[in-house]
């Protein structure tokens, strides 16, 4: 049987996926079709229905639970592992972003959300793919801007400065790990095969975990030209226990950000 996957070439999601979609566990007889794409177009996808498997951000989650179900493996929640907003320069007064242009990584991302509940008043946001926001603050086509993955090992060399970590924002006021990303699998499928799945993804992260710090060619190839120090920042920052299963801690985590996103919506959410 074969199934379509997406998930990001960022090294998280590779090292995560690498033993899985490689042939470096036994698949019990699947295979998968992968598709590697950034997360915003992941998650319209999602919206869609489009593939059978995939990463989203869990700011989507909401928007695609009534034709995908959450498997407990293969995503990223956790501590210091937020979003940042950052600028060309520092303000004095945070209530200033509220008047500010603001690039923020998809409209359905986790990024978008967090930013959402530190600065509800802000509305002059410009939507954009993840690596194109710092570039865009450099070049004054926006005030400030919202960065996730590599992008938060990278800004300050460019010279700019941090104005807030939406992360600990988050943590400060929820006291719980931040939920970025997760997999969720179609319903259409029986829920025994997405049990399979979801062992498989499971054993995917051990046998990265069993074979770290060596990093696959997988997560090299895929690895958008970074050094190999900033590789190991990501799987490092967005890959632990919580990949292997959510646990209790983790479903608090994506309920919480449920009860956020009625709160900027307006719409009653369901626990997951």
């Keep these: ?88 320069n520092p303000i004095v007064n945070l209530s200033d972003v509220d008047q500010m242009s603001i690039a923020v990584p998809g409209i359905n991302t986790t990024a978008h959300m967090l930013f959402s509940m530190a600065f509800p008043k802000a509305k002059q946001k410009k939507f954009m793919v993840f690596h194109e926001i710092e570039q865009a603050v450099l070049d004054g086509k926006v005030d400030a801007g919202v960065i996730i993955h590599e992008n938060r090992f990278t800004y300050q060399d460019k010279g700019l400065v941090k104005l807030m970590d939406l992360g600990e924002n988050w943590e400060q006021n929820l006291q719980c790990p931040i939920p970025l990303g997760g997999i969720v699998m179609r319903n259409d499928f029986e829920p025994s095969l997405r049990d399979t799945i979801n062992g498989l993804i499971k054993a995917s992260v051990q046998y990265a975990f069993a074979n770290y710090p060596t990093l696959a060619p997988y997560v090299r190839q895929n690895a958008q030209e970074m050094s190999e120090a900033v590789m190991r920042q990501h799987i490092d920052l967005y890959v632990n226990d919580f990949s292997i299963e959510l646990g209790s801690n983790g479903h608090k985590a994506v309920t919480a950000l449920y009860n956020v996103y009625e709160t900027i919506h307006g719409k009653t959410a369901k626990e997951d």
Aim: aromatic share 10%.
């Design 1 to 88: 049987m074969r199934l379509t996957l997406g998930f990001s070439p960022c090294p998280n999601d590779t090292f995560i996926f690498d033993a899985l979609v490689n042939g470096k566990i036994d698949t019990k007889g699947l295979e998968f079709d992968v598709q590697l794409e950034d997360v915003q177009t992941l998650n319209e996808w999602a919206l869609s229905g489009k593939l059978a498997i995939s990463k989203i951000s869990y700011g989507v989650w909401p928007l695609v639970q009534h034709q995908y179900s959450l498997l407990e493996s293969g995503g990223a929640l956790g501590k210091g592992v937020g979003p940042l907003l950052i600028a060309k």
